[in-house]
């Protein structure tokens, strides 16, 4: 079994940054992407990042380049995932993901993983 846990959402005032933390933990050893998703209410779970473990490639939704940055930590199923120039439209519950390979699918596709965290709120306000 693999627990995802995620941290480090809060409330920032627009231009600001925070830094979201996640560990995958327990059986993670076919584990080989971590994913990052946000959702807004009354809209539609969204890809925000991706991680392969294994390539070290890095993904980002174009609402995020520039602004996002994914990162590995020294575990191979911890991830960060640093945010600046955040705005409001940045607001929403942003959840972590962990996927072994034989799921099927792009990394920005929610039924690629397998493996969810409860979420961390990020609030963007003035």
């Known amino acids: 079994q693999v627990r995802v846990l995620e941290s480090g959402g809060g409330s920032v005032q627009p231009g600001g940054s925070l830094r979201l933390s996640c560990t995958a933990s327990g059986n993670t050893d076919r584990i080989n992407l971590m994913g990052w998703f946000r959702q807004a209410p009354g809209r539609e779970r969204e890809a925000v990042s991706g991680f392969y473990t294994r390539t070290n490639a890095k993904y980002y939704a174009d609402s995020v380049k520039d602004r996002f940055t994914i990162s590995q930590g020294k575990d191979e199923t911890t991830v960060y995932l640093q945010m600046t120039m955040l705005g409001p439209e940045d607001t929403a519950m942003y959840y972590c993901?962990?996927?072994?390979?034989?799921?099927?699918?792009?990394?920005?596709?929610?039924?690629?993983?397998?493996?969810w965290g409860q979420g961390t709120q990020v609030t963007v306000s003035s």
């Open positions: 993901a962990a996927a072994e390979p034989r799921m099927a699918g792009s990394w920005n596709l929610p039924t690629r993983y397998e493996y």
